[in-house]
């Protein structure tokens, strides 16, 4: 069984070479989200979940070069954001500026939010 501490980073930007391997470029199919994976070395039943959330315009490939600095026992993954904004480039709901205050679309932030709990829920069944 995974651990139960999930561990979630909501990082915007990290600008470091793309370290990619080992990992798993996988899309789930409920959800339909796509990511990248990192197994964990060792025991993976009761490895620590760590989940990489990108920030808006990037994608799973952002964060997923920190993975060689996360300890080998851990299972990384890293979601890519489910609305697509241009080439390479996602967000998880859309965000204006109006009246110099920011304005997200709650709707579709709510819609993404249940998609990634789904997506960590059949993650951790999945590897546990």
Do not use: C
Request: hydrophobic share 45%; charged share 20%.
């Amino acid at each position: 069984m995974i651990n139960k501490s999930i561990l979630f980073a909501l990082l915007i930007s990290v600008f470091l070479a793309p370290i990619l391997s080992p990992m798993i470029a996988q899309t789930q199919n409920d959800t339909k989200l796509e990511y990248l994976m990192r197994l964990p070395k060792g025991d993976s039943q009761h490895a620590p979940l760590l989940v990489l959330l990108h920030g808006y315009g990037s994608n799973e490939q952002d964060l997923f070069s920190l993975s060689p600095h996360i300890p080998e026992h851990w299972l990384v993954v890293s979601v890519r954001a489910p609305h697509r904004m241009g080439n390479n480039s996602y967000k998880w709901y859309n965000v204006a500026m109006e009246a110099g205050k920011i304005k997200i679309d709650a709707q579709q932030e709510e819609q993404s939010r249940i998609v990634l709990g789904r997506f960590v829920a059949g993650i951790i069944e999945k590897y546990s």
